[in-house]
């Protein structure tokens, strides 16, 4: 009886320590797939993933419904595809900067090429975290000889603001009315679900000066020395941004 009541006690621990082994490779398999993951993000887009993660966990499932109609709006409309791309010859154009002043592209162009990038306004937390590391890469592309430009449909006001609190030292401007966001073919109307609830929630009307409800990609162009674009970042959803380090290899090949 005491041998018999020892197996059982052996057969027992065996089985618990099977199952506590099998556990801890789930949980390593588990760490390990979540490490693989986080790498396979770029520095850009691992921010942001952690950004996409505390938003969907406190939205209601109305609301991501809205906001996932509104994503997929932006990509049946067309817009990806007639949107400069390219080999597309960039639209020259003047707008003033966060301190008023006029900065033209060409412009700039003569000192070297420059990298375009649209953000839909300081009240976005994709696009604040996105000009924050653009900011820490700052000194990687004036390495390479690039001038960073950022261009809003929000109103002077609000985009030197956004500009201050992020300590921003490359150029932001003014786009107001969308206007040369229309002539690269970036700008989209939001629908209404969206659009009620930026207005609700921040006073979209308010950052843009006008109530047309349009907003653009979170566009993203490399345009050389002679105008011509080298590199087009365009996703219809806008929390998706072109990573500083794909940016820097295009410029390195335009050398």
Request: aromatic share 8%; glycine share 6%.
């Amino acid at each position: 009886m005491l041998k018999k009541n020892l197996s059982i006690l052996i057969m027992v621990a065996t089985i618990a320590i099977s199952c506590e082994t099998k556990e801890k490779k789930q949980k390593s398999s588990t760490k390990e797939t979540e490490m693989e993951t986080t790498k396979e993000l770029g520095e850009l887009d691992a921010l942001l993933e952690v950004r996409r993660k505390a938003s969907d966990a406190k939205s209601s499932d109305e609301k991501k419904k809205i906001y996932a109609e509104g994503i997929e709006d932006v990509k049946n409309s067309g817009i990806l595809d007639k949107a400069l791309n390219v080999g597309d010859k960039a639209p020259n154009f003047t707008l003033n900067n966060a301190l008023n002043k006029p900065v033209s592209l060409y412009d700039e162009l003569k000192n070297g090429p420059v990298v375009l990038t649209w953000y839909r306004g300081g009240w976005c937390p994709y696009c604040n975290i996105t000009l924050h590391n653009l900011q820490d890469r700052l000194p990687d592309f004036q390495k390479e000889g690039a001038t960073l430009m950022a261009l809003t449909p929000e109103v002077p006001d609000k985009s030197l603001s956004t500009s201050e609190k992020h300590e921003l030292e490359f150029t932001v401007l003014s786009d107001v009315n969308n206007v040369v966001g229309k002539e690269y073919g970036v700008v989209f109307e939001l629908l209404s679900g969206v659009a009620t609830i930026y207005e609700k929630g921040f006073g979209l009307s308010e950052f843009n000066g006008n109530s047309d409800n349009e907003l653009p990609l979170a566009a993203t162009y490399i345009i050389d020395k002679s105008g011509i674009i080298k590199y087009a970042f365009l996703d219809a959803d806008y929390r998706k941004r072109a990573e500083p380090d794909e940016l820097l290899k295009v410029l390195k090949n335009l050398k």
